[in-house]
């Protein structure tokens, strides 16, 4: 069964949820800009009898705090996942991240190499599509504020994600939303996150990071993406001292909920060449 826990990072109380066993190799694993830890349920499943799977509620989601000071950088989610290497006493950890989680990986990869084992990159690169970028904002601009029950929301986020199994549909309801005053849903994600006034990473900064990391690096894409193109991520390969890459067929943008088995079928393996 999995567990959770909770450490802290400065002000905050970050939450994680962990599969397997203390001794095994740290897997931590980051989620993307709206997800949660669970959203690796699956993946911490497939992996757990090889593997201890760490994954984190970032910052401002799902179970653990809110920024007060509205503070959603990628230099404050590095000195969280930081912070939570030396909570749990690891040496060295193998870091999977997925979109924003990407970017964070690849920056605390550039930081902290002496700390990284390997490095899983999930549908993130330092330049995105436009034809993605723009769905994204779309959805943004539809989103209620909240739903009057779990049937309303599930249906909403069904829309949203249609590869998507019934279990990941559960998990997200459970996990992207609270209940309110008057039973009513909201989300468990602060709304300055998406503050307009903060403004992205230039892409230079990623580029750069790549070009630091040193460790083996697995870059996996949605064979159905339309946030990441092929074009980019041989560009991402060129960068790197140590990396391959691979597609995975019948997954968009939220590859490791759109095929498990295939997102599985790639990753663990590439795990256990690099943990051997």
């Known amino acids: 069964m999995p567990k959770s826990g909770r450490f802290p990072s400065g002000s905050l109380n970050l939450h994680y ?25 699956e993946f911490g499943e497939a992996a757990q009898q090889d593997f201890r799977v760490l994954a984190l509620d970032q910052r401002g989601r799902g179970m653990s ?44 990869a550039a930081r902290y190499p002496q700390h990284v084992q390997a490095l899983v990159i999930v549908d993130s690169a330092p ?38 199994s019934e279990g990941n549909l ?27 006034k903060m403004t992205p990473d230039p892409p230079e900064r990623m580029w750069t990071a790549l070009r630091q990391v040193a460790c083996p690096t697995l870059i996996v894409r949605g064979g159905l993406s339309d946030l990441i193109t092929s074009d980019v991520v041989e560009r991402m390969l060129a960068a790197l001292k140590h990396g391959r890459a691979v597609d995975v067929p019948d997954a968009g943008h939220m590859v490791v909920e759109d ?8 990753v663990l393996p590439f795990l256990k060449s690099v943990s051997a």
Do not use: C, K
């Open 127 to 164: 330049e995105l599509d436009i034809a993605g970028l723009s769905r994204i904002r779309q959805e943004l601009a539809r989103t209620p504020a909240l739903f009057e029950s779990r049937a309303v929301a599930r249906e909403f986020l069904r829309s949203l994600h249609g590869r998507a």
């Open 17 to 41: 949820v962990e599969w397997g066993q203390p001794g095994a190799t740290a897997v931590v694993a980051l989620h993307g800009l709206r997800a949660y830890g669970w959203w690796f349920a």
């Open 259 to 266: 095929n498990p088995d295939g997102f599985n079928a790639v």
């Open 65 to 108: 705090d809110w920024a007060p000071d509205g503070r959603y950088s990628t230099d404050a989610y590095v000195a969280d996942l930081e912070q939570f290497r030396e909570h749990l006493g690891l040496d060295r950890m193998i870091l999977l991240g997925h979109s924003m989680g990407g970017t964070n990986v690849v920056n605390y």
């Open 170 to 196: 559960d998990t997200r309801v459970t996990w992207m939303l609270r209940e309110a005053d008057g039973g009513r849903l909201v989300w468990r994600i602060d709304s300055a996150i998406f503050d307009p």
